[in-house]
């Protein structure tokens, strides 16, 4: 699925699920549906402008993402054997985020790289596990005016926050991490 008109987001959400009924969005075979070009996902708003209402019981099997993937005020969401692929690896931008209000959320078996200041981000959450997961930092160029931090697993103002079993791969590449000081210094401890 390309572009824009197949972006989730806003007024474009899946219907919600309930407990022990899931609306489940899933791939027939795992990795082999793609979103791309401007087709992510964006819940940043409750469905229908609705804040009594936000959505829940949501559940993602085997799906890509090339861009950004981000939720807020979402709970009760699973995704499974997803890949987030970071496309935009200038400023704030991440492959995977969660936050704002969101809680119950769980990831596992999921791996996230490309470019981006991070691969996962759990910001302002609660309730969260991270389990089996892998990341990759391929290329990140933070803002330089903000001196903001890079990271592959970031978990910032959240708690109750579990990372089992999840791992970093390939960090050893600081050539492709930009803005990073880099004085006679701090080269020679690489």
């Not at 990341?135 to 708690?159: K, L």
């Not at 089992?164 to 050893?172: E, K, L, Y």
Request: with cysteine; net charge negative.
């Amino acid at each position: 699925y390309e572009g824009a008109s197949n972006k989730i987001w806003q007024f474009m959400f899946p219907p919600s699920g309930s407990e022990g009924n899931y609306t489940i969005i899933k791939a027939e075979n795992d990795g082999e549906v793609t979103f791309s070009n401007g087709a992510n996902v964006a819940m940043a708003n409750y469905p229908n402008n609705d804040p009594n209402n936000p959505l829940h019981h949501i559940q993602f099997e085997g799906i890509r993402w090339i861009g950004s993937v981000s939720f807020s005020h979402m709970h009760h969401a699973k995704f499974f054997r997803c890949a987030f692929v970071g496309d935009v690896g200038d400023g704030n931008s991440t492959a995977f985020a969660v936050g704002y209000g969101s809680h119950h959320i769980l990831l596992e078996d999921c791996i996230s790289y490309g470019k981006g200041r991070y691969q996962f981000l759990i910001y302002l959450s609660s309730e969260v596990i991270l389990r089996r997961c892998v990341a990759r930092q391929d290329y990140a160029n933070r803002d330089i005016a903000s001196s903001m931090p890079i990271a592959v697993f970031s978990i910032y103002s959240s708690h109750n926050v579990e990372v089992q079993n999840c791992i970093s791969i390939d960090g050893d590449q600081p050539q492709y991490w930009h803005d990073i000081p880099r004085s006679e210094e701090h080269t020679s401890e690489l």
